[in-house]
């Protein structure tokens, strides 16, 4: 694996780690990652931490349209997510779009896991 792909996966992974959405399996998977010495051996575990960790637009739509949304987020919040993710449907997404996913699918398109 190059520098700059290094470069880039280390990159998205801060922000991945950044983000509040990401859920902690997939923060423990990053920092991981990032700790590594040798990070081409520690990259098949974290790509399929990141496959796991990426939600669909269907999961989303799911997600957003539960109770358990509605008790985490708020019911308020949870309707707006809910929105958001009809309206990504709509328009043809594939994946959710949240400042964990958005880094988490670079990754995967970069190292051509996706």
């Avoid at 987020?73 to 964990?100: R, V």
């Amino acid at each position: 694996m190059d520098k700059k792909v290094i470069d880039f996966i280390t990159a998205k992974t801060q922000d991945l780690l950044a983000a509040p959405s990401a859920n902690p399996t997939l923060k423990k998977a990053a920092q991981a990652w990032i700790d590594a010495a040798d990070k081409e051996a520690a990259t098949p575990a974290y790509v399929e931490a990141l496959k796991q960790g990426v939600s669909t637009i269907d999961e989303l739509l799911g997600f957003a349209g539960s109770d358990t949304a509605a008790k985490i987020l708020g019911t308020e919040a949870a309707a707006q997510l809910l929105a958001h993710a009809k309206d990504l449907n709509a328009n043809g997404a594939k994946f959710c779009d949240c400042p964990a996913c958005t880094p988490s699918l670079a990754i995967l398109r970069e190292v051509g896991a996706l």
